[in-house]
């Protein structure tokens, strides 16, 4: 891959190969051998050294702690706490950098650049700033030797999920690597960042709940990407606060259609749903950020997306087969479908009841985990399955955006406001807009 490095690899790749062989050991050990390990000490352990490093591994680790039953419970209860807080880049460092990306003279670029970054994720880190003209913005600039973090990091993950499957082939892992190998690659490059943060702008540009910041072209490069700042606070912030229930419906209403208005009229998915990348305003509007991980799926798929949910409505299993099969799951036979259609009934639920209700009405916490543990054991039984590409990024939309219609204990008509969204649908109107917005945003189409 172009920009990465062979030294930098093998750095990488001796500073996290502690941490997933530590994982993968124990892990084995107590399922191959039943040797008893302090799981929640070493968990403690994981978040820490997954937590201070910087790049995909942590954006991974964020991944599977969404994924129910890829970990053990208490890895991935710790794991979920991940967030975007890696230690940021030092002054001296970020001088650097941006003398790299806009020329020794990049200081002069800008009425003013804080000095401390405002925020650190797992790829880069975000700077305000001012443009000459007053504009407020924010800078986010790409740690150094990126590209040769996330090649040794796709080294280790490969890795990592070959041991994982040969204690447990309930899942065949073969797509999901590949999903996650191109979309973690992809969102090295910030410019196409930028054309997905135009095409969001598009998508969403009659939601007024929803905000999108606008990239700045002449202030971006590669490995930097400037665009508009939108003021705003973390969700959990607000929710510490104990917001009145009509909030925390409207924060709720505003994320399903910033999620859902452009998979259903566009296809295409923001599949990066953690608490980093979105905001709260003092009207309950949100902010949307982070344009890396976005999915664009054909037609077809969105379509048997619909037709998995009408056969969920309707328990028909012959329309649940043929929706499977939309979605690009072979060789399943009926025994392992009524597997999956568990999974399916649980996600479903909620948009099958015509009435005002939380995405989750029983109390127990674990409840969702207990439905994967019985797909887990079913798909074990029948000999296993392997989810198309295509599933991965939808499923963990899914499960992330639901635990924060979760945290919001939200209260909502959640079928109304999907069939809102597939009131209209059809497959050839959905692909023409969709070609034509790519096109208007600069979005870049394998061919």
């Known amino acids: 891959m172009s920009g990465s490095n062979f030294f930098g690899e093998v750095r990488r790749f001796a500073k996290t190969s502690g941490a997933v062989g530590g994982i993968a050991a124990r892990v084995a050990g107590e399922r191959v051998f039943g040797i008893k390990t302090d799981r929640a000490a070493h968990a403690e352990d994981l978040k820490v050294i997954l937590g201070g490093l910087k790049g995909p591994l942590m954006k991974v680790a964020q991944f ?46 800008f009425a003013s650049f804080s000095q401390d970054a405002s925020a650190a994720a797992s790829l880069g880190q975000v700077h305000r700033a001012t443009l000459p003209d007053g504009t407020d913005v924010a800078c986010k600039l790409q740690y150094p030797d990126m590209p040769s973090t996330v090649e040794a990091d796709l080294r280790q993950l490969k890795l990592a999920m070959a041991v994982y499957h040969r204690m447990d082939n309930a899942i065949h892992q073969d797509e999901i690597y590949k999903e996650l190998r191109e979309r973690l690659r992809e969102e090295l490059d910030y410019r196409r960042e930028a054309a997905q943060m135009r095409l969001y702008g598009l998508m969403l540009e009659d939601q007024p709940g929803v905000h999108v910041p606008v990239p700045m072209p002449a202030f971006s490069t590669d490995r930097l990407l400037t665009m508009t700042w939108l003021g705003g606070r973390p969700l959990m912030q607000r929710l510490a606060e104990d917001p009145p229930q009509e909030e925390r419906n409207q924060i709720a209403e505003a994320l399903f259609r910033a999620w859902y208005v452009p998979f259903y009229r566009y296809g295409v998915i923001h599949g990066d749903p953690h608490l980093g990348n979105y905001q709260v305003r003092p009207d309950g509007s949100v902010n949307l950020l982070d344009f890396g991980a976005i999915r664009v799926f054909d037609a077809g798929f969105v379509s048997g997306v619909i037709a998995l949910f009408e ?114 649908f059809n497959e050839a109107e959905l692909a023409a807009r969709q070609s034509a917005a790519l096109v208007q945003a600069g979005v870049p189409v394998a061919s």
């Open 64 to 109: 599977l702690s969404t994924v129910p039953d890829a970990l053990p419970t208490e890895y991935a209860a710790e794991l979920a706490q991940l967030q975007a807080n890696a230690p940021a880049m030092g002054w001296s460092f970020v001088r650097r950098r941006m003398a790299s990306e806009l020329g020794p003279d990049w200081q002069s670029k």
């Open 311 to 424: 056969a969920v409505r309707d328990r028909d299993d012959d329309k649940a087969y043929h929706a499977y099969e939309r979605w690009g799951f072979t060789d399943l036979t009926r025994e392992k479908m009524d597997v999956l259609h568990m999974w399916a009934r649980f996600l479903y639920e909620p948009l099958t009841e015509d009435r005002v209700r939380r995405i989750q009405e029983t109390d127990d916490p674990m409840f969702g985990r207990d439905v994967a543990a019985k797909v887990h054991a079913g798909l074990k039984r029948t000999g296993g399955v392997m989810p198309p590409r295509e599933f991965v990024l939808m499923d963990r939309s899914a499960i992330g955006l639901g635990g924060v219609f979760l945290r919001l204990r939200a209260e909502l008509n959640w079928s109304r406001l999907f069939q809102e969204m597939i009131a209209d």
